[in-house]
């Protein structure tokens, strides 16, 4: 069983950064993929970035391809979330995952509680 916590959400303008964290405990976390998801009022959650256990690879939803980078320290047991460039679009929750390399949320056993990012323009 993994326990996922998130942190580093906010409030910022648009063309601003914010890092989300994830941080893991009681489980192992280098043996999971680590996705970020996000739902915005009124739309179901949505596939952000994945990256594998690993952290060689790593894949994105194409609006956010070349602003957020997905990453992971696995001696921390931490991912990370960087977005840079935000615009009032990427207004959401934000939630990390962990399970297999996959892009469907059903698919992800464990979950964090989100974090709120809201971009105003």
């Known amino acids: 069983q993994v326990q996922l916590v998130e942190s580093g959400g906010g409030s910022v303008q648009a063309g601003a950064s914010l890092r989300l964290s994830c941080a893991a405990s009681?489980?192992?976390?280098?043996?999971?993929?680590m996705a970020w998801f996000r739902q915005a009022p009124g739309k179901e959650r949505e596939f952000v970035a994945v990256i594998t256990d690993s952290g060689r690879t790593t894949y994105y939803k194409d609006r956010v391809k070349g602003r957020f980078t997905i990453s992971r320290d696995n001696d921390k047991n931490t991912a990370y979330l960087q977005m840079n460039s935000l615009k009032p679009e990427d207004t959401a929750v934000y939630y990390c995952?962990?399970?297999?390399?996959?892009?469907?949320?059903?698919?992800?056993?464990?979950w964090g509680q989100g974090a709120q990012v809201t971009v105003s323009s």
């Open positions: 995952a962990a399970g297999n390399f996959e892009v469907r949320p059903e698919n992800y056993p464990y």
């Open positions: 009681g489980g192992s976390f280098r043996s999971y993929s």
